[in-house]
Structures are given as C-alpha cells and as structure tokens.
C-alpha cells in the first residue's frame, strides 16, 4: 500500500511563508496529487492540485499566493505558501489518488500568527 509522508509545517507570522513537501512511496508520476486542509471546527478543504505534466489548479482562496509543484526524480510534492495570513492556519493533508484509490498522509499543521 502506498505511503504518503507530509511534512514541513510551522508557527510563521502573518505575510510569510512556509513551504511544505509531500513524499509518494510509489505510482508518483501516474499519481493526482492534491493538498487539503482542515481548521479547527471546520470541515476538511481542498487547497491545490498537481497533476502529472505541470497541470495545476487551486481554491480561490490560495491562488496567487500558493503554488504547487511536482519533483518526479524524488516522488515529491511541493506546497510553497506565500502571504501567509491567520485564516491559512489548518493542519495540511497531502493526498495521492491513483487508479480510482486515495491515500492521506498524517497533516502537518501550519499556525499563522503574530
């Protein structure tokens, strides 16, 4: 069963950023790969996709402040968040569907605050 391994978050201020790093144990490059989150009370949200061929997509709460990629060589996912603001504070789930199966990685939490 394939593992996925998250990774990379932290306490930051407002307007900073954090980039966070998401690790396939196998089926990578045929992979979906998204990033949700989840805050405190509040259901779990989908953030940001990246799909095999540098496809990307976003929630229009994070475009033009986040950005997605994939390093294939190392079955990673990346996660660079800029601008940070306290509303992004969430533990961050990494997700890898493939051949109509998902996989959750454990979340990472992210806290934006002064």
């Known amino acids: 069963q394939a593992q996925v391994q998250a990774s990379g978050g932290g306490l930051v201020q407002p307007g900073g950023s954090l980039r966070l790093s998401c690790t396939v144990s196998e089926n990578f490059f045929t992979s979906l790969m998204d990033w949700y989150r989840q805050a405190p009370g509040k259901q779990r949200e989908w953030v940001a996709r990246g799909a095999t061929g540098g496809s990307v997509s976003y929630a229009d709460s994070v475009r033009g402040r986040f950005t997605v990629s994939r390093d294939e060589a190392k079955n990673t996912v990346y996660l660079q968040m800029n601008s940070l603001k306290e509303d992004d504070t969430a533990v961050y789930y990494c997700?890898?569907?493939?051949?109509?199966?998902?996989?959750w990685g454990q979340g990472t939490q992210v806290t934006v605050s002064s």
């Open positions: 997700h890898q569907r493939w051949m109509g199966s998902d996989y």
